[in-house]
């Protein structure tokens, strides 16, 4: 297995992937097939754009070239919030899964994170009843700091999303 950075020649790769998992787990994604299928090839292409400055990175775990896992982080450009990142879009292909990839993901964005100058905090959500992504995150290091209901519309209903922070400077304890 390799975790590694996405680059612009994933981007059909990463859209393949990310429509899969909207697919499968609609209660997982805000985002949805419907809604992202028709983006241009652009808009993917500027999840993984190459460099340094990059307002949103991706990282991939992959098996044999076969993308596996991806998490994203998206940077804040406003000056009063540069200081902050957002990790999004966390999905591991059911065949992967309980094999210690999101784990590896996530402490790979949190590095990418600690690379960037002035980023001190990332926060992410996930859905409240979603106990293993919870976990995931309890272990490497995020605390709850809120619930938000009816944050997401669904066809049947609606799911509150748990608000998760963890401060890049503070002791590590744990895994990441």
């Given at each position: 297995?390799?975790?590694?950075?996405?680059m612009?020649s994933?981007?059909?790769?990463?859209?393949?992937f990310?429509?899969?998992?909207?697919?499968l787990?609609?209660?997982?994604?805000?985002?949805?097939?419907?809604?992202r299928?028709?983006?241009?090839?652009?808009?993917w292409?500027?999840?993984?754009?190459?460099?340094?400055?990059?307002?949103?990175?991706?990282?991939?775990?992959?098996?044999?070239?076969?993308?596996?896992?991806?998490?994203?982080?998206?940077?804040?450009?406003r000056?009063?919030?540069?200081?902050?990142?957002?990790l999004?879009?966390?999905?591991?292909?059911?065949?992967?899964?309980?094999?210690?990839?999101?784990?590896?993901?996530?402490?790979?964005?949190?590095?990418?994170?600690?690379?960037?100058?002035?980023?001190?905090?990332?926060?992410?959500?996930?859905?409240?009843?979603?106990?293993?992504?919870?976990?995931l995150?309890?272990?490497?290091?995020?605390?709850?700091?809120?619930?938000?209901?009816?944050?997401?519309?669904l066809?049947?209903g609606?799911?509150?999303?748990?608000?998760?922070?963890?401060d890049?400077?503070?002791?590590?304890?744990?895994?990441a």
């Amino acid at each position: 297995m390799q975790i590694r950075r996405l680059m612009s020649s994933d981007a059909t790769a990463y859209r393949e992937f990310m429509l899969e998992g909207y697919a499968l787990h609609p209660v997982a994604f805000t985002a949805s097939v419907a809604e992202r299928e028709p983006f241009p090839m652009t808009w993917w292409e500027g999840r993984v754009k190459d460099g340094d400055e990059a307002e949103e990175i991706v990282v991939g775990c992959f098996d044999e070239g076969r993308l596996v896992g991806v998490a994203g982080l998206s940077f804040e450009q406003r000056p009063k919030m540069r200081h902050k990142a957002l990790l999004y879009g966390m999905y591991v292909h059911a065949d992967y899964t309980q094999q210690g990839i999101g784990q590896r993901l996530v402490v790979a964005v949190l590095d990418q994170a600690r690379q960037r100058d002035g980023v001190r905090t990332v926060s992410l959500t996930v859905t409240e009843g979603n106990r293993e992504a919870e976990a995931l995150y309890l272990r490497c290091g995020f605390a709850r700091y809120g619930v938000e209901p009816m944050a997401v519309a669904l066809d049947d209903g609606f799911a509150a999303k748990i608000h998760m922070w963890l401060d890049l400077q503070a002791p590590r304890s744990g895994a990441a």
